[in-house]
């Protein structure tokens, strides 16, 4: 800490852990203590979330006060606090300093539309690039948040020896691989995949990461399926969403973009990607939070985007009627948003429960459901690409919904909204492959817009036998021939001019 902080934030500005957390189940509402490892409600199956006894402490110090704290803390060269857990207080107060894995997850960039792609949508709206976490998506807050809890547990001694699993669409995987890597050999992890259904490089993150892997015939879902089976019978510790640790440090995400916002979160909208829901639950929760603090003036606008081919949450809510509504899971058609292609998603329950919650403190309807097509979606993430952005296939559903969403006036021209850009670009280069060579399978039901192909164009020389390789250097006059005529070909193809400057010289 440093001598010029401000009186009144030094005796806050580095935590204490004096948290008194503790898992309640949404079914039955019963609780259990937070150090057993506990996945789903021992009495009724139900998921948990984790809250904190201590919570209605935290509002004696005032909002202003919260904020000059974490706008210090930025200063701060401490590792634990470099990340998720600069919001220790409201992220897992019960977990001291020491016991805290920090990997350089977090305070990912928000990124401001240009102009041209701004006019196109019709309002201002910024990519928050999740994809610029250390394994390149947003589950690295999440897996954070559960990994320092199980490092905790085994400092304090009350387990030993874990192997850790989980399921995935391919990102939960290569975090969870990433963070039990580090732990390692306290910890080793085994990762389920569904047979190719997720792209080379997330398949090549958790194996690089030295985990072991299993792949799986079917989807997701049936992958769940087994990992829900093994935890339930033997000593696993389960890394999936259904922890509530995964939720807890997911919720950073928003205090990032309420401080990022310096805290005015009114007229703003958030979109977000849902597959297995649990980041939204986690989106909704983390305002919920801050707001109940008086950290921020007013909840954001949520909206929550699905393909058509995956879409069991958005046909919930069609049901305007409360009562009325029955949750069905569906059985995913293909998805260009592969990782949000889940038919029954495990946060289910906490969607149904906070959003219910965000509605009733924002005095109205604040959460809102759209679903986009297949060819939106991978249209929309090339857009954005053209235009400076990392989106993933989910960062181009977050732009197509919110083009869904200003349509059906959802979103006005006098909001702002943040996209969560939820994994980099190149984690899911194969379906712009796919769609650049217009090659993309049938049933995903997309086609490929000419004016978005680019290809690479190979370019040789008239002369084939000038072809310089490794093993067979061109002569010096071969050489000058060969660049002069590739040369000529390129300035061709780019329609360019000879640079009077170099006319000059000449
Ligand atoms: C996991 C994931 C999603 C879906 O998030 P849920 O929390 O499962 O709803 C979206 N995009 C990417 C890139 C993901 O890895
Ligand atoms: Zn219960």
């Known amino acids: 800490m440093y001598d010029y902080f401000p009186e009144d934030i030094k005796p806050y500005i580095i935590p204490k852990a004096k948290g008194e957390l503790y898992y309640q189940c949404l079914g039955c509402s019963a609780q259990y203590p937070i150090d057993t490892l506990l996945y789903v409600c021992p009495a009724c199956r139900e998921v948990l979330l984790i809250h904190d006894r201590n919570a209605e402490s935290l509002k004696k110090i005032p909002g202003s006060i919260w904020q000059k704290i974490f706008d210090f803390r930025r200063m701060l060269k401490i590792p634990a606090l470099k990340g998720i857990y600069r919001y220790h207080e409201f992220i897992g107060s019960c977990i001291p300093l020491e016991s805290i894995i920090y990997l350089g997850e977090g305070h990912t960039p928000v990124v401001e539309a240009n102009q041209r792609l701004q006019e196109q949508i019709g309002l201002t709206f910024y990519y928050k690039n999740d994809g610029q976490n250390p394994s390149a998506s947003f589950k690295d807050r999440g897996m954070a948040s559960a990994l320092s809890s199980i490092k905790y547990l085994l400092d304090r001694k009350l387990i030993s020896n874990v192997i850790a699993i989980c399921a995935?669409?391919?990102?939960?995987?290569?975090?969870?691989?990433?963070?039990?890597?580090?732990?390692?050999?306290?910890?080793?992890?085994?990762?389920?995949?569904?047979?190719?259904?997720?792209?080379?490089?997330?398949?090549?993150?958790?194996?690089?990461?030295?985990?072991?892997?299993?792949?799986?015939?079917?989807?997701?879902?049936?992958?769940?399926?087994?990992?829900?089976?093994?935890?339930?019978?033997?000593?696993?510790?389960?890394?999936?969403?259904?922890?509530?640790?995964?939720?807890?440090?997911?919720?950073?995400?928003?205090?990032?973009?309420?401080?990022?916002?310096?805290?005015?979160?009114?007229?703003?909208?958030?979109?977000?990607?849902?597959?297995?829901?649990?980041?939204?639950?986690?989106?909704?929760?983390?305002?919920?939070?801050?707001?109940?603090?008086?950290?921020?003036?007013?909840?954001?606008?949520?909206?929550?985007?699905?393909?058509?081919?995956?879409?069991?949450?958005?046909?919930?809510?069609?049901?305007?009627?409360?009562?009325?509504?029955?949750?069905?899971?569906?059985?995913?058609?293909?998805?260009?948003?592969?990782?949000?292609?889940?038919?029954?998603?495990?946060?289910?329950?906490?969607?149904?429960?906070?959003?219910?919650?965000?509605?009733?403190?924002?005095?109205?309807?604040?959460?809102?459901?759209?679903?986009?097509?297949?060819?939106?979606?991978?249209?929309?993430?090339?857009?954005?690409?053209?235009?400076?952005?990392?989106?993933?296939?989910?960062?181009?559903?977050?732009?197509?919904?919110?083009?869904e969403a200003f349509r059906q006036k959802i979103v006005t021209p006098n909001e702002t909204a943040i996209l969560d850009a939820t994994a980099h670009a190149i984690k899911f280069s194969e379906f712009q492959d796919l769609y650049f060579k217009s090659e993309i399978h049938e049933d995903y039901k997309v086609h490929s817009n000419p004016e978005l192909i680019n290809l690479p164009s190979l370019v040789l020389p008239d002369d084939q036998a000038m072809i310089p390789s490794q093993l067979k250097r061109l002569n010096e006059k071969d050489l000058q021939k060969f660049v002069q005529n590739i040369s000529d070909k390129i300035a061709k193809k780019l329609n360019l001019e000879l640079s009077d400057s170099l006319l000059k010289k000449i």
Request: charged share 20%; proline share 5%; glycine share 8%.
């Open 168 to 403: 995935s669409t391919g990102d939960t995987s290569a975090s969870a691989a990433l963070y039990a890597s580090y732990l390692g050999p306290l910890i080793k992890s085994a990762v389920l995949l569904p047979h190719k259904k997720v792209t080379s490089q997330q398949l090549s993150q958790p194996l690089g990461s030295g985990a072991k892997v299993f792949e799986i015939p079917g989807v997701f879902d049936d992958c769940m399926k087994i990992v829900e089976y093994l935890s339930s019978r033997y000593s696993v510790v389960l890394l999936n969403s259904k922890n509530a640790w995964r939720i807890l440090g997911q919720e950073s995400y928003s205090y990032e973009i309420a401080q990022d916002f310096d805290w005015k979160m009114k007229d703003k909208a958030i979109v977000v990607p849902i597959g297995n829901a649990g980041n939204i639950s986690a989106v909704m929760n983390g305002f919920i939070k801050f707001l109940d603090a008086g950290i921020i003036d007013a909840l954001p606008k949520i909206i929550g985007v699905q393909s058509e081919h995956a879409d069991p949450v958005f046909r919930y809510y069609l049901e305007p009627d409360e009562t009325k509504r029955k949750f069905i899971p569906v059985n995913t058609k293909p998805s260009v948003a592969q990782a949000a292609m889940i038919g029954n998603p495990v946060s289910m329950p906490r969607v149904i429960q906070i959003s219910k919650k965000y509605n009733e403190i924002a005095g109205r309807k604040h959460v809102f459901f759209v679903q986009v097509t297949e060819q939106s979606i991978m249209d929309w993430q090339l857009k954005a690409n053209h235009n400076g952005h990392i989106a993933c296939t989910q960062g181009g559903e977050c732009l197509a919904g919110l083009v």
